[in-house]
């Protein structure tokens, strides 16, 4: 089984800066893309952004293009989101995401490992 465990949430104000981390271990896959996913009240888990294995290949939702930065560090199992120049719109739970699909799978639902999440509160 795989563990995955998010850190690096909380409250900031608009225009502010978090870094997001995520420490996966268990019997993680040999090869697995990953993903940053988030859901506020009331919405459905969307995709953030999401990275390959080798980290070479890059997706990320317009809402947040330009703004946010995912990479991942293999030798120790972790995966980041740096957030820079946030906005109230982007409160929200966020969940870091596994799957041996590949780094160009956007759905949760094609994920099979999962966060427990990290609350993100930006204030106006």
């Known amino acids: 089984q795989v563990q995955l465990v998010e850190s690096g949430g909380g409250l900031v104000q608009a225009g502010g800066s978090l870094r997001l981390s995520c420490a996966a271990s268990?019997?993680?896959?040999?090869?697995?893309?990953m993903g940053w996913f988030r859901q506020a009240p009331g919405k459905e888990r969307d995709i953030v952004a999401a990275?390959?294995?080798?980290?070479?290949?890059?997706y990320y939702a317009d809402s947040v293009k330009g703004r946010f930065s995912i990479s991942r560090d293999n030798a120790k199992n972790t995966l980041y989101l740096q957030m820079n120049s946030l906005e109230p719109e982007d409160t929200a739970v966020y969940y870091c995401?596994?799957?041996?699909?590949?780094?160009?799978?956007?759905?949760?639902?094609?994920?099979?490992?999962w966060g427990q999440g990290t609350q993100v509160t930006v204030s106006s």
């Open positions: 995401a596994a799957t041996t699909r590949g780094w160009r799978y956007i759905r949760a639902n094609e994920y099979a490992y």
């Open positions: 990275i390959s294995w080798a980290g070479g290949s890059t």
């Open positions: 268990g019997r993680t896959p040999s090869r697995y893309a």
